[in-house]
């Protein structure tokens, strides 16, 4: 019987180190490679299952006595499949996102290039806003200017008006003169 097992466990360790190998090469091998080789995994793996279970029915046959060693011996068994399936898993999810990416055109690099095109965008929004600033500094200095001529022009105005009032104040001082100058000629 225990023979048996050992057969069994033979088969078992010469099974998951063909497996583990093949799931180490899936995410380097080319797509119609990696059909085959995952298809070939499922089968080997399906093949691992059905051996563990003919070496948990040949420990349910060994006598209680000596079952304990063996039933350690197939609760490791058990572990190194879950983890085998796992890995497995990985490398079929990885594989997917390969052909995912394959069918929607990302070459990979895809963030790389995003991250890129935003760093553009952010130093182009960067130039843009320096530009408005200097735009909007020069408004208000052309304003601040603008201004000051205004206030210059109101004195100026104030200035000719009362230099008007003046002339108009010499000029009708000058036509009263006049008037005295000429009606002292007559007399």
Same mark, same amino acid.
């Given at each position: 019987?225990?023979?048996?097992?050992?057969?069994?466990?033979?088969?078992f360790?010469?099974?998951?180190?063909?497996?583990?190998?093949?799931i180490?090469?899936v995410?380097r091998?080319?797509?119609?490679?990696?059909?085959?080789?995952?298809?070939?995994?499922?089968?080997q793996?399906?093949?691992?299952?059905?051996?563990?279970e003919?070496?948990?029915?040949?420990?349910r046959?060994?006598?209680?006595?000596?079952?304990?060693?063996?039933s350690n011996?197939?609760?490791?068994?058990?572990?190194?499949?879950?983890?085998l399936?796992?890995?497995?898993k $990985?490398?079929? !999810?990885?594989?997917?996102? @390969?052909v995912r990416n394959e069918?929607?055109?990302?070459? /990979?690099n %895809? +963030?790389?290039?995003?991250?890129?095109?935003?760093l553009?965008?952010?130093e182009?929004?960067e130039?843009?806003?320096r530009?408005?600033?200097?735009?909007?500094?020069?408004?208000?200095?052309?304003?601040q200017?603008?201004?000051?001529?205004?206030?210059?022009?109101?004195?100026? $105005?104030?200035? !000719?008006?009362?230099?008007? @009032?003046?002339?108009?104040?010499?000029?009708?001082?000058l /036509?009263? %003169? +006049?008037r005295?100058?000429?009606?002292?000629?007559?007399?």
């Amino acid at each position: 019987m225990s023979s048996d097992f050992e057969g069994y466990e033979q088969d078992f360790a010469v099974l998951t180190a063909e497996i583990t190998n093949k799931i180490a090469r899936v995410p380097r091998l080319p797509p119609d490679e990696k059909k085959q080789v995952v298809a070939n995994v499922e089968k080997q793996l399906e093949e691992a299952r059905e051996l563990l279970e003919q070496m948990d029915l040949e420990v349910r046959e060994i006598p209680p006595q000596s079952r304990g060693m063996y039933s350690n011996r197939m609760r490791s068994y058990k572990q190194e499949m879950g983890k085998l399936e796992t890995d497995f898993k $990985r490398s079929r !999810i990885a594989y997917s996102d @390969e052909v995912r990416n394959e069918l929607l055109g990302d070459d /990979g690099n %895809s +963030s790389e290039n995003q991250r890129a095109h935003l760093l553009d965008n952010t130093e182009r929004l960067e130039r843009s806003s320096r530009r408005l600033e200097a735009g909007y500094q020069i408004a208000v200095e052309t304003e601040q200017i603008g201004q000051e001529m205004l206030e210059n022009l109101s004195h100026d $105005r104030e200035k !000719i008006q009362r230099a008007r @009032e003046r002339l108009r104040e010499t000029d009708a001082n000058l /036509g009263k %003169s +006049s008037r005295v100058l000429t009606g002292m000629l007559r007399r």
